[in-house]
């Protein structure tokens, strides 16, 4: 068989990309709570693995009402990465005591009234905000990944189970919010009861959509648990993975590397 190479650079590209998928971050709430005693409406994590290119992956739990996001979180999940292998000890969630909080003071960088796209064919709406249930708020770059998606652990309370969620993402730091059609109450199912007062579910795999990937920029909002009248919520193990961009350079190295080795058996 005769290789080229061309042939041969496809193949060390197909290669790379197949056995490179990874987390890009991941958050478990393990060591980070510090503000106890301290009413505050927001509480930023940084990420406990961080493989951003810019190494401050942060998501930042909101609730309106400061009196009801719980200042020491619940108590976690364990949770065992499917893509790393690593294990997280079921320590801290973040804890919402009562998901309808009221107050609309979400902000970014102090703003907090929006343009929001949310795919249902009245276009972008200006002056919007994301209403007054917990939120999570995620930024990162994914620079070097692309076909990314994300996973977490619920817990919510028997009787008010939060039964969907919503996702929102944006770009470059500024513009308009999106959200996908399939995005738009994404079902929570699989309820597994732990006692009278917790059932546990999770909330499958999220793909995100294409105009993520390898972004300097990234910023995702999850909201709108609260459509069905739930109370008390837990949100624990926050995991976004991606697939490695392979690097050019890295592709060309194998793949003259494979020719030299080829060139050397047929002297």
């Given at each position: 068989m005769k290789f080229t190479l061309s042939?041969?650079?496809?193949?060390?590209?197909?290669?790379?990309?197949?056995?490179?998928?990874?987390?890009?971050?991941?958050?478990?709430?393990?060591?980070?709570?510090?503000?106890?005693?301290?009413?505050?409406?927001?509480?930023?994590?940084?990420?406990?693995?961080?493989?951003?290119?810019?190494?401050?992956?942060?998501?930042?739990?909101?609730?309106?009402?400061?009196?009801?996001?719980?200042?020491?979180?619940?108590?976690?999940?364990?949770?065992?990465?499917?893509?790393s292998g690593i294990a997280y000890g079921g320590t801290r969630s973040v804890k919402f005591d009562d998901v309808r909080g009221g107050g609309n003071d979400f902000d970014i960088l102090g703003v907090s009234i929006f343009s929001i796209d949310r795919n249902d064919d009245l276009g972008v709406?200006?002056?919007?905000?994301?209403?007054?249930?917990g939120l999570i708020y995620i930024t990162l770059s994914t620079l070097g990944f692309n076909d990314l998606s994300i996973r977490f652990d619920i817990e919510s309370t028997p009787g008010f189970l939060a039964e969907?969620?919503?996702?929102?993402?944006?770009?470059?730091?500024?513009?308009?919010?999106?959200?996908?059609?399939?995005?738009?109450?994404?079902?929570?199912?699989?309820?597994?009861?732990?006692?009278?007062?917790?059932?546990?579910?999770?909330?499958?795999?999220?793909?995100l959509n294409s105009l993520l990937a390898n972004q300097a920029s990234v910023e995702i909002i999850i909201n709108d648990f609260a459509e069905f009248g739930n109370n008390e919520l837990e949100l624990?193990?926050?995991?976004?993975?991606?697939?490695?961009?392979?690097?050019?350079?890295?592709?060309?190295?194998?793949?003259?590397?494979?020719?030299?080795l080829l060139g050397r058996r047929r002297r």
């Open positions: 042939t041969l650079l496809a193949a060390s590209v197909i290669s790379f990309s197949a056995q490179a998928v990874e987390v890009v971050a991941f958050w478990g709430f393990e060591d980070d709570y510090d503000t106890m005693g301290a009413a505050v409406s927001k509480i930023d994590f940084a990420a406990d693995v961080d493989n951003t290119s810019s190494n401050d992956a942060n998501l930042q739990a909101f609730l309106g009402n400061a009196d009801n996001l719980d200042q020491n979180g619940g108590g976690g999940f364990g949770y065992t990465s499917p893509t709406l200006a002056g919007e905000d994301f209403g007054n249930d969907s969620f919503d996702l929102f993402y944006r770009v470059g730091g500024s513009g308009t919010w999106f959200r996908d059609s399939d995005q738009n109450n994404i079902p929570i199912t699989g309820y597994t009861s732990v006692d009278a007062d917790n059932s546990i579910a999770e909330s499958g795999s999220i793909s624990d193990n926050f995991e976004i993975i991606g697939e490695v961009v392979p690097e050019p350079s890295s592709a060309l190295l194998s793949a003259f590397g494979m020719l030299a």
